[in-house]
């Protein structure tokens, strides 16, 4: 098992250094969790995250609030999240954006796309009731590319009920030059996440300050 995540700030850590904070149910989230007692799984329900040492006593103090508001709140004080509203677009054709560009964010030509690498990992959520393979699981891609300019990094993350049906797809693409801000752009589909209506999503969340490349990108995108 991997060390559990912060939702604020993605450190990894030890059990006893984190908490995990369960928010006040959306509708969403109480049809998980009537589907998950129906079907006999328990699995990570969909309100409730890990929160290293620093962001939990904040996170608790937001508890009564929904996880989507508290996310915002947290995420708003840790830095300037910003949202920005895109033409709205299938999460797949966005993951492919994010990767086709990834040469041009760090000054690379095109063709060198293909010395990008892709790391894949399966992580099950394995349950009392459920094991592998047959509980949720959360498959991540990682393609990375390193140029001139920096380094880049494209996440595709589903969150799988099963090998048919995704809970949520997340696609992230992070640009970290070397004279420079990280910044990183993200887009969710799936229940209960804003802008999200079917495959295609309207939002996006910005964090940090894009670098010309990153922003020009950006500018296409939005409406
Ligand atoms: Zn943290």
New binding site residues.
Partial sequence: MRPPE?A????EFTAPDGRLVTFVERDSDRQWRERVAAERMVGHPPNTEW??R??APAAIELAGETIDVAMRALTATQSAVRQLAIAPRAIDELLHLFRERMPALVGEPAASASRARTTSDRRWTPTDGAQPPYCPYVDLDVTTLTGRLGSVEVRWERAMWNDAEAARRTATLIVEPTLGERCSASATVGDGFEGSAGDATSVLLVLGTPGAALQALLDELAV
Avoid: A, E, N, R
């Fill in positions: 912060c604020v700030c993605g450190d929160f290293c620093v962001h």
